[in-house]
């Protein structure tokens, strides 16, 4: 209790730590320990509703078939899914390889000879602004159908976040640290290889995991032009036979392979990164 300029008596309670908030502390304690398993358990949850609507309902299999169907396709039709994927795997990591070496080389190119940067720098930017959807019809004029024309478009969709992430990377070098090298007479690539390169790594780092999700994208892109395999073909196909059961596990195997090339590459990088100190 205490007492103000004008005589009145305030009360000033001490709030003490509430029951409710510790109680919400430890509950979620174990979210922080299994990340992962919040997720999974709100998808199994859906799976268990989606699997009881279309019974309950009696949703027709080729509108949209239970979980159940699709598991069912997807066990007979492995053999098919799989050398569809292998397909897919392929053509996007060409495309992700291709993205990698051509955005590093056209960072090192942009930060290196700023001139250069400037000109060029705002094209990539524009560049961005097309539809790589649009651009497909036209490489399967120029190039055909098939593996070659996929595996440019996962290149063309992939190689800008590299650039970006790359030469973001290495700019962002503390200007003290230059000019101690500069000091000690480095030239300007000594200042590259042991200042910048080595800044850029995290960054080029999550740009080849934006690359690799990309990628896949602009493979099943290609696949939906012009192919005659791979999961974007099978999805196509799929469709105009109205095996609704096969394209949603075509489309399962899609998303586990997305996810195993974006947590794979990120795995390698925090390997490649924790090695180099």
């Known amino acids: 209790m205490t ?111 700023p001139i250069a940067g400037a000109a060029v720098f705002p094209i990539l930017v524009a560049s961005q602004v097309i539809p790589k959807v649009a651009i497909a019809p036209l490489m399967v004029v120029w190039i055909g159908t098939g593996v070659t024309t996929s595996s440019l478009i996962a290149f063309v969709m992939a190689f800008f976040p590299v650039v970006v992430n790359a030469t973001l990377g290495m700019k962002s070098v503390n200007d003290a640290s230059i000019d101690l090298l500069r000091s000690m007479r480095a030239t300007k690539w000594q200042v590259f ?47 105009g036979n109205l095996r609704t059961d096969l394209l949603f596990a075509a489309l399962v195997v899609l998303t586990a392979l997305g996810l195993l090339l974006y947590y794979g590459v990120e795995l390698l990088g925090k390997l490649f990164l924790r090695r180099r100190g």
């Open 3 to 113: 007492k103000a300029n004008d005589g009145t008596v305030a009360v000033r309670l001490r709030t003490a730590p509430s029951r409710r908030g510790a109680k919400s502390g430890t509950g979620t304690a174990w979210l922080r320990r299994v990340p992962w398993l919040a997720p999974v358990l709100t998808l199994a949850l859906l799976i268990v509703l989606w699997e009881i609507a279309v019974r309950a309902a009696d949703i027709p299999k080729f509108l949209l078939p239970a979980p159940s169907a699709v598991w069912d396709a997807m066990i007979e039709n492995w053999s098919v899914l799989m050398k569809h994927a292998g397909v897919t795997l392929l053509e996007t990591m060409i495309g992700f390889l291709l993205s990698v070496v051509v955005g590093v080389a056209l960072a090192v190119v942009m930060v290196m000879w």
């Open 193 to 239: 290889r042991f200042l910048r390169f080595p800044n850029a790594l995290p960054y080029i780092m999550t740009g080849m995991q934006l690359a690799v999700a990309f990628a896949i994208v602009g493979a099943i892109v290609g696949e939906f032009v012009g192919s005659e395999s791979g999961l974007g073909y099978l999805l196509i196909v799929t469709q």
